[in-house]
């Protein structure tokens, strides 16, 4: 399993993975999930993936083949020159419909699964901060006012305390603190979803990274940030009227 | 879906379950998921039932039919008259077993799931508190001190709270809110689970119901809990440490 969260706030946008990868209880890997593309000055991307290892991989392995080849060519396109981030989902959502297409029906037919969902989140010079879900046939939905979060894989565990905190308006440590709540919240529920993490900040129109960071399993400020909201819910719990005279 | 949990302390067992079912969203209905089998001073019993309803409700009236015909001829055994908890399992699991044996294959023919999972608590007198989760192919297992609670239904939301709260030595009291806590994140995150609910509570030892208990959507108490909990929560956001410098 997996867990991501993206989220997308006037501010900017903050992506949160974890790095377990399971195929089965007894096969147990550690893969980062969350990938950067960057042209300080002109954009910053980032990209976070779910499901099939292989097929995610792959997907990976051709937008970085275009960008390293476009630097001979530069009529290539790439997510680091396409026009817009809209054209940049477009090819991430391109370049996953070809990766099914080649090894999708073997797949499926020794009985494994294909699927993959892919969130891509960035923001060009001239253009506004971006959130996309990306699905395995290659196509896509944006994230909206209505609907500034997206997650991929294990989404329930995490998905309460989102709702509840996050809104446009929501400055970025808000929701990164929502993020880190929302990934403490699904590790404690969910075995084959682990530390260590990936956070990933961007602030609106610096089009750069304001933060990459790996958090360990031992990182003070997540175990603080995990150990204060165990204690607040268990004084929130003590607090509750009762239902039973 | 169906939101239905059991939880069994020392001091007794604490049913919750809504009432919404649905064939797909367009399809709603409300029907009641707790039923109660008592004979005061000696047994009080109580089943929760998930999955395909046309299969639930063939059990209860199988389980029904036999506590009517015992009145005339006593040597047929019924949930109220059988030696013990166990026996009571094995009798729900054969009932489930013989409806699973009659319409399975046609259900899964037309291409639905005949998938139902119930929970069976009580005591009677000379035993202990008892719960059993009991499955489709009418096999069943045991809450322990280990594991003393069971859901069936959408059971991811509201699972974190249980694993924080419950455990054997936990009062009755705390049980039926921390069970009211679970049920209102399950009912704020999933539209197929809703009010109203019912919540029955029996304690050890007393052979008999100390609560059977209809939770209407404007219930006091209940919205008490539930306005508190989200105070609770917002609280705790608030007072977390930050991580995005």
Request: aromatic share 12%; glycine share 4%; no cysteine.
């Given at each position: 399993m997996t867990y991501c969260v993206a989220v997308r706030v006037d501010r900017?946008?903050?992506?949160?993975?974890?790095?377990?990868t399971s195929a089965g209880v007894d096969n147990i890997g550690r893969f980062r999930k969350t990938f950067t593309?960057?042209?300080?000055?002109?954009?910053?991307i980032a990209l976070m993936c779910s499901g099939n290892l292989s097929i995610t991989q792959e997907v990976r392995?051709?937008?970085?083949?275009?960008i390293k080849e476009s630097q001979a060519d530069p009529e290539i396109e790439t997510l680091l020159n396409c026009a817009t981030m809209h054209r940049a989902a477009q090819i991430v959502g391109d370049a996953m419909a070809s990766v099914q297409q080649r090894?999708?029906?073997t797949i499926e037919m020794q009985g494994s699964a294909a699927d993959a969902t892919l969130l891509l989140a960035g923001q060009r010079k001239g253009g506004k901060p971006r959130l996309?879900?990306?699905?395995?046939?290659g196509n896509f939905i944006e994230a909206t006012a209505d609907n500034p979060f997206f997650q991929i894989g294990e989404h329930k565990y995490g998905k309460p305390i989102l709702d509840r905190i996050i809104t446009p308006e929501t400055t970025l440590e808000r929701a990164a603190k929502a993020a880190c709540v929302s990934m403490d919240s699904t590790i404690r529920s969910n075995l084959s979803v682990g530390m260590p993490l990936d956070l990933t900040v961007i602030e609106k129109d610096a089009y750069s990274f304001r933060m990459r960071?790996?958090?360990?399993?031992?990182?003070?400020?997540?175990?603080?940030?995990s150990e204060s909201w165990s204690a607040a819910l268990r004084r929130g719990f003590e607090d509750l009227p009762t239902i039973l005279d």
């Open positions: 900017g946008l903050v992506l949160l993975s974890d790095t377990r593309y960057e042209n300080p000055g002109d954009r910053a392995t051709s937008l970085s083949r275009a090894y999708r029906s996309y879900m990306i699905y395995s046939a960071r790996r958090i360990e399993a031992d990182d003070d400020e997540f175990l603080s940030i």
